[in-house]
T-cell receptor
Framework: ETGVTQSPTHLIKTRGQQVTLRCSSQ?????VSWYQQALGQGPQFIFQ???????GRGNFPPRFSGLQFPNYSSELNVNALELDDSALYLC????????????FGQGTRLTVV | GQQVMQIPQYQHVQEGEDFTTYCNSS?????IQWYKQRPGGHPVFLIQ?????EVKKQKRLTFQFGEAKKNSSLHITATQTTDVGTYFC??????????FGAGTRLFVKA
């Protein structure tokens, strides 16, 4: 086990709704990155949080937003859900914001209907 | 923008055969990481390569970073059923972003 936990593990939402996914980072890690993984694809970088600030963002629209808390846990919020948002959402924590070893959580499987 | 291509997309091998996956970048890389994702699981870090021409071994796994730091390979000797999964390379880009390859899915027949 990596020590990175995500909740919930599965979620079904209706198109147009909003969703919040949560991630607890590994002890001692101050950086959290979020990824979207569609079926059969590689993880796509959404954004990274370092010491409570976003410091890197992939090609995702503004309706994807996030937060990092003082204890370095994090949330991913997605507004106005679309069918294409159905995917596995992965959180990864690391000890620094540069490209260091990342420890992934088990993911949240989001289905938008 | 920076792209990373991984080949092959998938490979079927008989247990005991060797397996290799390749990762190619359009730009010179500062480093490259490899991850393994078992079916239904999450990516698990395997290794990070930093130096030009670097070769690292982990038991039956051999990782190589090209001299030009634009490509990398992962070779598994004598595959076992426990090697089943998808192998991803991951590379850093500007602004603290990370790009994952599409992955190579390995099937091992006992």
């Amino acid at each position: 086990e990596t020590g990175v936990t995500q909740s919930p593990t599965h979620l079904i939402k209706t198109r147009g709704q909003q969703v919040t996914l949560r991630c607890s980072s590994q002890s001692g890690h101050n950086t959290v990155s979020w990824y979207q993984q569609a079926l059969g694809q590689g993880p796509q970088f959404i954004f990274q949080y370092y010491r409570e600030e976003e410091n890197g963002r992939g090609n995702f629209p503004p309706r994807f937003s996030g937060l990092q808390f003082p204890n370095y846990s994090s949330e991913l919020n997605v507004n106005a859900l679309e069918l294409d948002d159905s995917a596995l959402y992965l959180c990864a924590s690391s000890a620094g914001r540069l490209n260091t070893e990342a420890f992934f959580g088990q993911g949240t499987r989001l289905t938008v209907v | 923008g920076q792209q990373v291509m991984q080949i092959p997309q998938y490979q079927h091998v008989q247990e005991g055969e060797d397996f290799t996956t390749y990762c190619n970048s359009s730009t010179t890389l500062s480093n490259i990481q490899w991850y393994k994702q078992r079916p239904g699981g999450h990516p698990v870090f395997l290794i990070q390569l930093v130096k030009s021409g670097e070769v690292k071994k982990q038991k039956r796994l051999t990782f190589q970073f090209g001299e030009a730091k634009k490509n990398s390979s992962l070779h598994i000797t004598a595959t076992q059923t426990t090697d089943v999964g998808t192998y991803f390379c991951a590379v850093p880009t500007g602004g603290f972003k990370t790009i994952f390859g599409a992955g190579t899915r390995l099937f091992v027949k006992a």
